[in-house]
């Protein structure tokens, strides 16, 4: 069965440092890949995609990240946090062929001064 | 601009009391989608629509219902047979490369 598997619930960094949030997925086929950002209160809004081609994507707000097919991984990275970067973080999968997306439960990042 | 609108942004529901929340996308998209999402918690899908006049179960579909009657338009009734309907509920519509746009969410509280 497809599914969508963040292993840290929450994550704190301090502002400055680097940053990688885990995202690990099973699907049968090349999947669709995303990272969504939601801070307190709103809605999703969308990071960043892999759909094929070039496997280190890169995002708005200066992230990336990058798939490995071999780990069955499409990780999250920043390079050095800012306060604003403090929200939750969704992994999601999605495919071809009518396919719906499954979204992971999510991590929360903490950004400490 | 584009984008999806939901409204209520805040909605209070009394008991045995039905409440309809409203979501209405100008991306032309065909797919669209209700999550609920409770405190601390992830995505939870309620009902999926992805084309006109037609419609899907999600996880949690009981207690809720659907029409998509237009491309635009697909709203959600939460009906007094959902125990538990105190949550915040997201609509999203989608492209078809399955990338969704979300609106900005409607927070209902049970009275």
């Known amino acids: 069965a497809q599914s969508v598997t963040q292993p840290d619930i929450h994550i704190t960094v301090s502002e400055g440092a680097s940053l990688e949030l885990r995202c690990n997925y099973s699907?049968?086929?090349?999947?669709?890949l995303f990272w969504y950002v939601q801070s307190p209160g709103q809605g999703l809004q969308l990071l960043l995609k892999?759909?094929?081609?070039?496997?280190l994507v890169q995002g708005i707000k200066g992230f990336e990240a990058e798939f490995k097919r071999s780990q069955s991984s499409f990780n999250l990275r920043k390079p050095s946090v800012h306060w604003s970067d403090a929200a939750e973080y969704f992994c999601?999968?999605?495919?071809?062929?009518?396919?719906?997306?499954?979204f992971g439960a999510g991590t929360r990042l903490f950004v400490k001064a | 601009d584009g984008g999806i609108t939901q409204s209520p942004k805040y909605l209070f529901r009394k008991e045995g009391q039905n409440v309809t929340l409203s979501c209405e996308q100008n991306?032309?998209?065909?797919?669209m989608y209700w999550y609920r999402q409770d405190p601390g918690q992830g995505l939870r899908l309620i009902y999926y629509?992805?084309?006109?006049?037609?419609?899907q179960k999600g996880d949690i579909a009981e207690g809720y219902s659907v029409s998509r009657e237009k491309k635009e338009s697909f709203p959600l009734t939460v009906t007094s047979a959902q125990k538990n309907p105190t949550a915040f509920y997201l609509c999203?519509?989608?492209?078809?490369?399955?990338?969704?746009?979300f609106g900005p969410g409607t927070r209902l509280t049970v009275l």
């Open positions: 999601a999968v999605a495919g071809t062929g009518g396919f719906k997306t499954i």
């Open positions: 699907y049968g086929a090349t999947p669709y």
């Open positions: 892999y759909f094929s081609g070039d496997t």
């Open positions: 991306l032309n998209h065909d797919a």
């Open positions: 629509s992805q084309i006109v006049n037609d419609f």
């Open positions: 999203a519509s989608e492209t078809s490369y399955n990338e969704q746009f």
